[in-house]
């Protein structure tokens, strides 16, 4: 698995990154470590974590259990804290009674660390200033709570605008962002204002929902049922993505590839994309996710104009 700089911040992660949203609490504990442990054989070092609200009516506690299970498969599957890179998310969710640190210092104990790699900040809520919503960020830093901060949602004038204040304060700037980014979805990374700033600051692009939560996949034209998307693919918000799912499963059989391996090849193609985040409930998928690297390489200029006219 080939490896690469994220930004500015001295990590090295894997071109593909495994994430855990909304994933290892609905599966058995079982094949929640065979996927960990399909990742770790493949070569990611890269593992996204979140805190989000209990969704199964099973967990002890109403948000959060994501940590909990995220944690105890982290450790019962074998990994090594030290050749890992885990980040996980500051939602500021409970501003302003509780800071920043207390927030990830609950996500720490939750996930039993002592420290996340790279810590994704959303937009600072109404009433908190930039200079202070950095202030605070870069002081996770500081107290050794993560090593390099990111952002989740932030425009990129407000990534220039914390780069600006960074550097006048002698902290770290956001090394990193974790857009969308698929087929269907474009305009975050494509922006010519993040252009930019991947090339001037060297932020990392971090592509997530590349698959368009599977409905690029084509699965559920086989199956309507075949995963999250049931119900939703007449949904206008969807439908584009269901569209273009037919076309890309029409050029996977005329030059004999996969679909998905397709959906993760166009991320993985465009030079600002550091690594590609993707979810799994078999080690199957890692596996064959995994295809999507030597794909991306392979394809030959013809099929990648092809490849990236699919649902324009």
């Known amino acids: 698995m080939p490896v690469t700089p994220l930004g500015r911040s001295g990590l090295q992660v894997s071109r593909l990154a495994l994430g855990s949203w909304r994933t290892y609490e609905r599966i058995s504990r079982d094949q929640g470590i065979r996927v960990m442990r399909a990742a770790r054989e493949a070569g990611i070092n890269f593992l996204d974590d979140a805190r989000y609200n209990d969704e199964t009516g099973r967990g002890p506690m109403p948000t959060g259990y994501s940590e909990v299970v995220f944690g105890e498969l982290f450790r019962a599957a074998g990994w090594r804290r030290e050749n ?15 800071t920043p640190a207390q927030e990830l210092a609950g996500s720490l104990g939750r996930m ?23 202030g605070m960020i870069t002081g996770l ?27 006048r304060e ?10 969308p980014y ?17 090339a001037t600051r060297n932020i990392a692009i971090v592509a997530s929902y590349t698959m368009a939560g599977g409905v690029l996949t084509g699965k559920y034209d086989q199956d309507p049922q075949a995963g999250r998307a049931a119900g939703l693919l007449g949904q206008p918000r969807v439908a584009p993505a269901v569209a273009a799912g037919r076309e890309l499963a029409a050029l996977a059989r005329d030059i004999g590839r996969d ?3 397709l959906a993760m090849a166009f991320a993985l ?3 600002s994309v550091a690594t590609v985040l993707f979810g799994a409930t078999q080690p199957e998928q890692i596996r064959a996710n ?20 699919v649902g324009c």
Do not use: C, H
């Open 112 to 134: 039993g660390l002592d420290y996340v790699d790279l810590i994704y900040a959303e937009v600072p809520p109404d009433g908190l200033g930039l200079e202070d919503a950095v």
């Open 290 to 309: 995994v295809g999507a690297l030597a794909v991306a390489e392979q394809l030959t200029p013809d099929e990648r104009d092809r490849l990236s006219a």
């Open 84 to 98: 890992t890179v885990v980040s996980n998310k500051l939602w500021w969710q409970f501003w302003p009674g509780e």
């Open 269 to 271: 193609l465009n030079p």
């Open 170 to 179: 002698g902290v770290p700037g956001p090394a990193a962002t974790q857009p």
């Open 182 to 198: 698929s087929l269907v979805r474009r305009e975050m990374v494509e922006d010519p204002g993040m252009r930019n700033l991947v």
């Open 259 to 261: 679909p998905a391996q």
């Open 141 to 167: 830093i500081g107290a050794g709570m993560a090593r390099a901060w990111a952002t989740l949602n932030w425009t990129p004038e407000q990534m220039e605008r914390a780069w600006q204040i960074a550097e």
